[in-house]
């Protein structure tokens, strides 16, 4: 099998309306991308400092010390039991996880990969590498017989929608009667809002959702957006020791192996829970804010009980809503990026600057009182 022709990367189609956006006399706020802006944590860069000095090639699979992290953190934070370091694994990044994990489990033509419908693009680049067919479905009862490897985002990206402990059962008693993989994406599973507010969000590790028993089940996750470290490229993996085996052969091979300072610094991220505090609290404040600008400008907000995104819709097709933000100077993301299924949706990003998100909000409401001023 050779890669077949990859589709365009689709957030260069957004460069017109970026432009537009600029072309307000205030300039552009980019609520588009979920790059984190606040600054990575002293305890962080301490620890990165103080492991410079990296002369050795470090180990694929991850540090004792950076694993024995993961399996604290999801005890303490996701109320996972029964994880061992031998259940962990560290990745550079997630995305380059999601995009290899398909091709890395030996999948190809007649299988078949299945992402939610609504779905942060690199899950189908995944079966493209591996040269086998996407299928975009929430429905468990539609998996096609050919599944042999099943993603769940919960909280998802886009649209912040959270699986129960039913839904996240329901996903894996199915996958168990075909015989597939399931992984869950759980990178933002300490950002709940509204009803999760405070609430452990479930993992697919959870002993409610498998029984106790991880036999084809993984959970990955990032610290990107917990802990901002989005150019650190610092990630993990849990979940079924023998299935994270078959991974790190070819992951040896492929030479995925986290830097040796960035493992410190994902153990000492991990090993703190107060820098994260502090960051939830700083996205939850330009959530309150964001969010009420936003329907009084005319959005439906729809899920987003999770996450860092707002995911709405005003009934028009994405790039027409997206054409009256540009016109506010606000950049958003077309839904139509994320599938079918998120074709007449926006998402809008809290990755911005408290000022931003203020300037934001003020732009919106004076937008609605222009709107219903001219309405009378």
Not at 61 to 78: H, M
Not at 326 to 349: C, K, W
């Amino acid at each position: 099998m050779t890669l077949g022709e990859l589709p365009d990367y689709p957030w260069d189609q957004l460069t017109p309306y970026v432009e537009r956006a600029k072309a307000h006399p205030a300039g552009a706020v980019d609520l588009s991308i979920g790059s984190p802006v606040d600054p990575t944590p002293e305890i962080v860069r301490t620890a990165l400092r103080e492991h410079a000095d990296a002369h050795s090639y470090p180990t694929t699979i991850g540090t004792n010390e950076a694993r024995d992290a993961v399996v604290a953190w999801f005890a303490r934070s996701r109320g996972v039991t029964g994880l061992e370091r031998a259940n962990t694994m560290l990745t550079v990044g997630s995305k380059e996880f999601v995009a290899t994990a398909a091709f890395f489990l030996r999948l190809g033509v007649g299988d078949t990969v299945v992402y939610p419908s609504r779905a942060y693009p690199t899950y189908e680049i995944g079966a493209v590498f591996a040269g086998a067919t996407g299928f975009a479905s929430d429905d468990p009862a539609a998996w096609p017989e050919s599944t042999k490897l099943i993603w769940l985002n919960s909280p998802g990206n886009p649209d912040g929608r959270v699986l129960g402990v039913e839904e996240l059962r329901a996903a894996v008693d199915r996958a168990r009667e075909l015989g597939a993989v399931i992984i869950n994406d759980e990178c933002y599973a300490e950002l709940g809002w509204g009803d999760w507010a405070g609430e452990r969000i479930p993992s697919i590790l959870d002993e409610r959702v498998n029984g106790g028993d991880f036999t084809n089940i993984l959970a990955c996750s990032s610290l990107s957006k917990r802990s901002n470290l989005a150019g650190y490229r610092a990630a993990y993996i849990a979940g079924d020791s023998a299935l994270i085996s078959r991974l790190l052969v070819a992951r040896k091979h492929a030479g995925l192996m986290v830097p040796a300072p960035v493992q410190a610094a994902i153990a000492a991220a991990l090993g703190d829970d107060h820098h994260a505090v502090e960051q939830y609290n700083r996205y939850q404040r330009r959530r309150d804010a964001l969010l009420p600008a936003l329907e009084a400008w005319g959005l439906r907000i729809e899920h987003s009980e999770a996450g860092l995104y707002l995911w709405g819709t005003k009934g028009d097709d994405s790039w027409t809503t997206i054409g009256e933000l540009a016109d506010l100077g606000i950049i958003g993301g077309p839904g139509v990026f994320y599938g079918e299924a998120g074709g007449r949706n926006v998402r809008v990003s809290l990755t911005a600057t408290d000022d931003q998100v203020d300037e934001a909000a003020r732009r919106l409401y004076a937008a609605s009182h222009d709107h219903s001023a001219k309405a009378q």
